[in-house]
């Protein structure tokens, strides 16, 4: 461990040396370069701004557009776009990245290309060569605990009797947000290729639910305005509403913690591949990592250090922590989404 | 006319048309025929699909589910129109008869919420029916509830917000056909000791009723169409076709099916209302026999 | 005596209808404008102060002021556009007579009746069969085909209005047709037209279900750029943009209104 950060330090310390009067002769690299960046909008947008755009246009002088668009939306364009794509980056999560490869848009990202995707931490590259992730996010149960009475510990919970008229779940087309229904599934005996348990599950929650959140943003309001008391979230909102004064727990299920990782793809017939790379090695570095954590608690997919005070907050803390991560078969996923969906729907609207 | 002018005449008109119609061929017509056509791909992601097939229809009609759906999704609409008559003509009416400075914040009012992007007034809205939102506030400090209720996510908030989204294309209907109304005739009404019940059912009524129809027409093909409004104030509970449509399609990328039902709500809707005008129409012929009788 | 019972209540119905209707047209409007100023950091109603931070960081906020411009911008070309596309066409309706008018009148008030969705793809796959996806035309050619119904409408609406006598008259002094449009017609229906300018410019300026297509890097539009921050943020900035949205169609609807006198809008 001593020896690596030393080395680590020696490196940098080198490199800094090297760097300086290299960037001032090489008069920044991408001047003049606009790189388009497919964004999600809002917080998100602004973080990767400051930490990843901002830094490398000081550097080298590129510029970084980002666009925020829906994932859905995104991907019709890239499809309908093959030849000459809107954006140079374009972001998917765990489930998108089944999507992009199907429609086979997206390029291979070699580690010779990226150096610090050497960093990544092991498992956490789900699709070869493909898409560079970046970030970690999970689905867990949240609870207002001055609005119940009893604790929730697990996904099945959430079907308590008493829960009656209060919890709020992801809308089914979202399908990450979706897998608290394979923590039901598989906290009742059953797994991905055999839901039952969960649809059962689903139907017995079905006077439970008040709505489904059309997007988490959605799900924060139904909670600051005492519209539900429970419900399913990502971990980054738990957070949010907690720093807003919102008396949440968030829940660890001890059978198993769901989520998805964010990545970063480069289409195939991208205008600025160059500028992309930089633009991912910016992403994986430690400046680049610490930022969707520092202001959104999200989880890291590299081996960077985290500050205590952040770490705190965050799901994947520790060793223990990350053991309850469930890998997920997202092919599988994303196959039945489809029949999942309708049969969701017809759960809960018949 | 003489025949070279008459050509002559023919030829300004096609002129004229040209650019609206080339317009709407080129990029209404030819793109959602393009959809059109994806619906009959046999196939179910994206435009992959090949050949011809009628299955996509055939499965929207053999589930009762989606059949339900659709009906729901009329009932809605019916009632949404309704309701926007009810309350929308005599808006646009009394609108008509104002003098002009007192109409001019009226119309700005009736207009404002038609230029509001859907994301505004749906947020607007959730500030109103939320749970510590103004009604159950205003309700509570009445006595008339105990505890607050959940308003949004039904049936009856999604119908609200649609009727408070379409009512003004009603208003603007009854109130351009109103216009054109001499209030010369409402006065020789009343001057043939006519009382304004007996005025608006004979007189005022009959002779808006191109406006109520354009209006209602209008109410009703909006609304079996909305999809933003069903999925955030209805919390994906309240099920519209629409919003259905819009999954589809947006989610999981089954365009095939997606452009199916959306066929299907089209052709349906177009139906559903042409049925309507000509009922109407042909009860307003015999109306008019009765009086002439 | 019954009749005045009658007619009283009748008044009175009215009068509640009117209240009601109003009231829901305008609040949730109100309610935005209300609350885009508070002085908290969440979207809580009533605000618990007031303070123009949230308008402050609306106006630093580069992506929303990039997005109002190409926005407002995309709705006058397209009003523009719109009005020459639709008088002409309404004009022709209305004071010409030809074969297949009524399936002529469809197809111009087609455009209201297609679900977006199909609109807005069969759009994005047309516009990427040509290469032009990357440009500002789809936006235009998209806003513009749901603008014309509008337009055609309240157009062939104040074309029916006037008489077409001091038309026919000039016909008879051998005037050109369009020198008759342009000396006659055009004057005398110019509160139409400039309420049909409303239409269209709303129309272009608010939508969303289309525009989503349509926009790309360069040119997203206020609407678009609204529903995906709505998307993963929730802060009183929705409510500043969203009630700068509400004043600048405010200021084109007054000054229209200012130009033809209140009493002949819409």
New interface residues.
């Given amino acids: 461990m001593i020896r690596r950060t030393f080395l680590k330090l020696a490196t940098a310390t080198a490199m800094s040396a090297l760097a300086a009067p290299y960037v001032h002769a090489q008069d920044k690299k991408f001047a003049g370069v606009t790189l388009?960046v497919g964004g999600?909008?809002?917080?998100?947008?602004e973080t990767i701004k400051k930490y990843v755009a901002a830094p490398l246009e000081e550097r080298t002088g590129l510029k970084v557009?980002?666009?925020?668009?829906?994932q859905s939306?995104d991907l019709?364009?890239m499809v309908?776009?093959r030849?000459?794509p809107?954006?140079d980056i374009y972001q998917a999560d765990s489930a998108y990245m089944v999507e992009a490869l199907k429609a086979d848009f997206i390029r291979e990202i070699k580690e010779s290309d990226v150096p610090n995707i050497k960093r990544i931490l092991p498992g956490f590259r789900e699709y070869d060569e493909y898409g560079v992730p970046y970030s970690v996010f999970t689905y867990i149960p949240v609870f207002n605990s001055e609005q119940l009475e009893k604790p929730i510990t697990t996904y099945t919970d959430l079907a308590r009797p008493d829960l009656e008229g209060k919890i709020t779940l992801p809308a089914a087309t979202f399908d990450t947000n979706c897998l608290y229904l394979l923590g039901m599934a598989e906290e009742n005996g059953g797994s991905i290729s055999n839901m039952e348990p969960a649809f059962k599950l689903l139907e017995k929650a079905k006077d439970n639910i008040v709505a489904l959140g059309q997007?988490?943003?959605a799900m924060?309001?139904m909670f600051?305005n005492g519209e539900v008391a429970a419900g399913v979230m990502s971990d980054a909102r738990g957070y949010e509403m907690r720093a807003?004064g919102l008396p949440i727990v968030s829940v660890m299920p001890p059978q198993g913690i769901y989520g998805a990782t964010s990545y970063m793809n480069i289409p195939k017939n991208a205008k600025n591949p160059e500028a992309a790379l930089a633009f991912l090695e910016q992403m994986l570095s430690d400046e680049g990592m610490l930022g969707l954590p520092r202001s959104m608690r999200l989880g890291v997919t590299t081996d960077v250090k985290l500050p205590e005070d952040i770490a705190k907050d965050m799901t994947f803390n520790s060793l223990e922590r990350l053991a309850l991560k469930k890998n997920v078969d997202w092919e599988k996923w994303m196959a039945d989404r489809s029949s999942r969906i309708e049969r969701i729907n017809k759960i809960l609207r018949g | 006319m003489n025949p070279p002018l008459e050509r002559n005449?023919?030829f300004?008109?096609a002129l004229?048309?040209a650019?609206?119609?080339l317009?709407?061929l080129g990029?209404?017509?030819?793109?959602?025929a393009?959809?059109l056509r994806s619906s009959f791909l046999d196939g179910d992601y994206l435009?992959e699909g090949t050949g011809f097939t009628v299955g996509h229809y055939l499965r929207f009609f053999s589930d009762s589910y989606y059949s339900s759906i659709l009906w729901e999704t009329f009932v809605d609409g019916v009632i949404v129109s309704l309701i926007c008559l009810v309350?929308?003509f005599?808006?646009g009416y009394?609108l008509a008869r104002l003098?002009?400075?007192a109409?001019?914040w009226?119309?700005?009012?009736?207009?404002?919420?038609?230029?509001?992007?859907?994301?505004?007034?749906v947020?607007?809205?959730l500030?109103?029916l939320g749970r510590n939102?103004?009604l159950n506030s205003v309700l509570f400090n009445l006595g008339i509830i105990s505890s607050p209720k959940t308003l949004l996510f039904t049936r009856p908030a999604v119908i609200l917000v649609l009727?408070?989204q379409f009512?003004?294309f009603m208003?603007?209907s009854v109130?351009?056909v109103v216009?054109?109304i001499d209030p010369v005739l409402e006065q020789a009404a009343s001057n043939l000791?006519a009382?304004?019940?007996v005025t608006?059912r004979r007189v005022i009524i009959p002779l808006a009723t191109p406006g109520i129809l354009v209006g209602c027409n209008?109410v009703f093909?909006?609304s079996i169409?909305a999809?933003?409004t069903p999925r955030l104030i209805g919390g994906n509970r309240v099920p519209m076709l629409?919003s259905l449509?819009?999954e589809r399609?947006?989610s999981e990328f089954n365009?095939p099916s997606?452009?199916a039902m959306?066929f299907i709500?089209?052709v349906a809707?177009?139906g559903f209302t042409a049925a309507f005008n000509a009922l109407a129409a042909s009860r307003l012929v015999m109306g008019g026999r009765l009086h002439a009788r | 005596m019954r009749?005045?019972f009658?007619?009283n209540v009748?008044?009175m119905?009215?009068a509640v209808?009117?209240a009601?209707?109003?009231t829901?047209?305008?609040?949730?409007?109100?309610?935005?404008i209300i609350?885009s100023f508070t002085s908290g950091?969440?979207?809580?109603?009533p605000p618990p102060g007031f303070s123009l931070q949230w308008y402050q960081r609306a106006f630093e906020s580069e992506?929303f002021m990039k997005a109002l411009w190409t926005s407002t911008y995309v709705a006058v070309i397209v009003s523009f556009l719109a009005l020459?596309?639709?008088f002409?066409?309404a004009?022709?309706?209305n004071r010409?007579s030809?074969p297949g008018k009524g399936l002529?009148q469809g197809?111009?008030f087609?455009?209201?009746?297609?679900?977006?969705?199909?609109?807005g793809?069969?759009?994005?796959?047309?516009f990427?069969w040509m290469?032009l996806?990357?440009t500002m035309l789809p936006l235009l050619?998209?806003h513009?085909?749901l603008a014309?119904p509008y337009v055609?409408r309240t157009v062939l609406?104040s074309l029916s209005?006037h008489n077409r006598v001091l038309e026919e008259a000039a016909m008879n002094l051998r005037a050109t047709?369009f020198q008759v449009i342009r000396r006659i017609t055009l004057p005398l229906i110019l509160p139409g037209l400039l309420s049909a300018a409303?239409?269209a410019f709303?129309t272009s300026?608010?939508n969303?279900?289309v525009s989503?297509?349509l926009t790309?890097?360069?040119n997203?539009t206020?609407?678009v750029?609204?529903?995906?921050?709505?998307?993963?943020?929730?802060d009183p900035l929705?409510?500043a943009v969203?009630s700068i949205?509400?004043f600048v169609?405010?200021a084109v609807?007054?000054t229209i209104?200012h130009l033809i006198?209140?009493?002949r809008?819409?």
């Fill in positions: 388009r999600w909008g809002g917080l998100y947008d557009e980002m666009t925020a668009g829906t939306a019709v364009k309908a776009n030849e000459n809107p954006y997007s988490t943003v924060i309001q600051e807003k | 005449r023919k300004t008109a004229l048309l650019p609206m119609v317009l709407l990029f209404l017509v030819v793109p959602v393009g959809v435009l309350v929308g005599p808006t009394s003098p002009p400075l109409r001019r009226r119309t700005i009012i009736v207009i404002l919420p038609l230029t509001l992007s859907l994301v505004v007034i947020f607007g809205w500030i109103i939102g103004l009727v408070q009512l003004p208003i603007l109130l351009s216009t054109q000791r009382n304004r019940l608006f209008l093909v909006l169409s999809f933003i629409g449509i819009y399609i947006m365009w997606g452009a959306a709500l089209f809707g177009l | 009749d005045d009658s007619d009748m008044k119905a009215g209808v009117r009601v209707v109003y829901m047209l305008a609040l949730p409007a109100v309610l935005v609350s950091t969440s979207m809580n109603f992506p020459i596309i639709g002409a066409a004009f022709a309706i010409f030809f002529l197809l111009a087609s455009p209201l009746v297609v679900p977006a969705v199909v609109l793809i069969g759009l994005l796959y047309l990427a290469h996806t990357q050619v998209g513009l085909v014309i055609v609406a209005l047709p409303i239409f709303v300026f608010g969303v279900t989503v297509f790309y890097g360069g997203v206020l609407p750029q609204l529903f995906t921050y709505v998307d993963a943020s929730y929705v409510a969203s949205m509400i169609t405010l609807i007054l209104e006198g209140a009493e809008l819409a």
